[in-house]
């Protein structure tokens, strides 16, 4: 396979290597702030939790997320066969639980560290979550190194205090009330 690319990057050099664009890509990348999640799953295919940035809004009809799953995270299996997922929204003072889910821990260690209800899929849903959206995978792509799962919300529970947790050059932040 050819795995010649280009990029622009600030001189306008061209970057030809593949290992050069992922790093320039990755670099590029962190400088999108993303909220911060710890996507769950539970069913026949086992207990299952991750961080997860890579989340957003496709549709509100039917309302439905998109969550990027790495194929080779040691999750994936579980969260494949399960079919169902829940996104719980971090907010600030999650951030040890977002290294406990983004590492390599186990996963009994990963869900021992906080507390966890349930709603209509039966994927955990983190009790203080400023938002949890409890899913069914509806569609799955394969792009890459990652499945896009297209997933259905059937169940939302949510808080109305607390502040929102940020990804930003490659560190966590708080995003507060007040406009920019
Ligand atoms: N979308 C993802 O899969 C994703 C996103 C964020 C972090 N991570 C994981 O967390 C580690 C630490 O991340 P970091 O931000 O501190 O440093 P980093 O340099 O590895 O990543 C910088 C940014 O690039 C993107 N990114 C990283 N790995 C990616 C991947 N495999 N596919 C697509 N986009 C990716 C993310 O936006 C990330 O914030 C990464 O090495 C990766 O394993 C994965
Ligand atoms: C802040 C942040 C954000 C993300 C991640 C990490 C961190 C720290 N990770 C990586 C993911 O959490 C990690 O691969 C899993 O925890 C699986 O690791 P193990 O394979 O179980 O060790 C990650 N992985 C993924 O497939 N999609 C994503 O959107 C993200 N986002």
């Known amino acids: 396979m050819n795995m010649k690319m280009s990029v622009a990057i600030e001189d306008a050099t061209p970057v030809v290597d ?15 702030a993303a909220a911060v999640n710890i996507v769950t799953s539970n069913g026949p295919g086992g207990l299952a939790g991750f961080a997860a940035t890579a989340v957003c809004s496709v549709t509100d009809s039917p309302p439905t997320l ?7 995270a040691s999750v994936y299996p579980a969260v494949t066969a399960n079919g169902v997922l829940c996104v719980n929204v971090l907010s600030d003072g999650h951030q040890d639980l977002s290294r406990l889910f983004g590492g390599k821990t ?19 849903v983190l009790e203080d979550a400023l938002v949890s959206f409890d899913c069914r995978i509806v569609r799955r792509a394969d792009v890459g190194t990652h ?34």
């Open 147 to 180: 499945d896009v799962l297209m997933c259905e919300v059937e169940a939302i529970r949510r808080r109305d205090d607390g502040h929102g947790l940020v990804y930003f050059d490659r560190d966590y932040h708080r995003a507060g009330p007040g406009k920019a």
């Open 66 to 72: 998109l969550v990027c799953l790495n194929r080779s």
């Open 18 to 32: 593949a290992e050069a664009v992922r790093f320039e890509f990755r670099d590029a990348m962190s400088r999108m």
């Open 106 to 124: 186990p996963v009994e260690e990963r869900f021992a560290a906080a507390a966890w209800s349930e709603l209509a899929t039966g994927s955990p």
